[in-house]
Structure formats: C-alpha cells, structure tokens
C-alpha cells in the first residue's frame, strides 16, 4: 500500500528521503521520520505503515544523470554506521552498473530497428553475409522480389538461396567474388538471378566488405 501511494511522486528539495536525494544528487539520511522536515507532506503515510527512518543514496550514470535512488527503511529511527554507509554505495554503484548496461541494451535494440526500417525502405536488394557467404540479414525488397520469407534465406550460404539455385554455373560464379570481397576491396558486376517464379532479372551485384575496427571482414 505505502509503494502505490508514493509511485509517481515528484522528486524535489522536501520530499522525503528519495525524493530528496534525486533533487540533490546526494545520498540522504533520515534517521527519524517523525521529527526531520523532510518528511513534512509524507510523515503520516510513512508513519502509518510503520516506517521509522529511511535513508536513500541516489544512483548515477557515468554521465551523472540520476538513474534512480537506492533506499533502505526501519520500523524503529535509526542513523547509519560507517559499515551502513560502505554498504550503501557499494549497492548504489552496483546498481548504476547494472541501469546503464539495461539502458545501453535498450539504446542498441532501437538502433538495430531504426537500421532495419532504413534496409526495408530502400529500392535495393540488400543481403548481408559472412565472409564465408552464409546469409544473416536481408531486406523486404530481396525477399518480395522473390517471394520469400526470412526462414527461406537465413543461415544458408548465399549461393544457395532462391536467387541463385536455379542456376549451378552462377552459383559458382558467386563463391569467388564473396571470398574476395572478405580479403579486399569487394567487387561489381551484372548478373542474371532468379526472382518470383522462375523469371529471370539482370542485377547490378555489388559485394562490398564490413570492416571491423581490428581490421577483420
């Protein structure tokens, strides 16, 4: 009942010990809820679920940007040791950690969609390999012009998908170029492949490399 009463409160310079400690960017400690004015708007919720004394450390980012605060309450007043106060920011530390690593996930997967929706809005066929060929991304436009699905492609070396098993003598064609554009500058040339049912469609096959910061294809 105390949790869904203080959700959604407002940070600020009096409002309680978390809400305090966000405002401040500072930890703060509270050791009896009943007398420090900190309390002054929320002491009779705290008191009427027994809450005696809190004490809450804010959690920050690398950047300082509060993440959120950490706080641990008594039911009797109580001011924290010297071990309390080790504690304390051992688990604020711990838990900045473990915020930021969940923001970045989250930063990178809304990166990937924004890339995905980028891939599917161009006109292009775009195919992403390993440097072995094996296929790992592909956009819309690849699979309508073929009508395939994701399933059809993925996992499986380039020249044995849909647009190019019809036809072993381009599939071997294709081996070549895909290992020399991992060990250089890629290629370009036209090609025929096979797209929806068994018509044939010249493209303009560009094979270029992603090069990691160490250097690797």
């Keep these: 009942g105390y949790n869904r009463a203080i959700d959604g409160l407002a940070i600020g310079p009096a409002a309680g010990s978390c809400g305090t400690a966000a405002f401040r960017r500072e930890a703060v400690f509270v050791s009896d809820i009943a007398a420090d004015p900190l309390w002054r708007d929320f002491r009779e919720l705290a008191?009427?679920?027994?809450?005696?004394?809190?004490?809450?450390?804010?959690?920050?980012?690398?950047?300082?940007?509060?993440?959120?605060?950490?706080?641990?309450?008594?039911?009797?007043?109580r001011a924290p040791s010297a071990e309390d106060l080790q504690v304390?920011?051992?688990?604020?530390?711990?838990?900045?950690i473990a915020l930021e690593a969940k923001r970045a996930d989250a930063a990178l997967r809304e990166s990937e969609r924004h890339l995905r929706r980028?891939?599917?809005?161009?006109?292009?066929?775009?195919?992403?390999?390993?440097?072995?060929?094996?296929v790992l991304e592909v956009n819309r436009t690849a699979l309508e012009l073929a009508g395939l699905t994701q399933d059809d492609v993925l996992g499986k070396p380039l020249e044995e998908t849909w647009w190019w098993s019809g036809a072993p003598e381009r599939q071997a064609e294709l081996r070549a170029p895909i290992a020399g554009a991992a060990a250089g500058p890629g290629s370009r040339f036209a090609v025929r492949v096979r797209v929806a049912g068994e018509r044939q469609q010249t493209v303009d096959l560009i094979l270029s490399p992603l090069i990691a910061p160490d250097g690797r294809a």
């Design 47 to 77: 008191l009427g679920h027994g809450l005696r004394s809190c004490w809450s450390v804010p959690i920050l980012a690398g950047d300082d940007q509060v993440l959120g605060t950490y706080a641990i309450y008594y039911r009797t007043p």
């Design 88 to 96: 304390l920011s051992v688990l604020a530390r711990t838990a900045a």
């Design 118 to 134: 980028i891939l599917d809005s161009l006109a292009a066929m775009v195919v992403v390999t390993t440097p072995d060929g094996t």
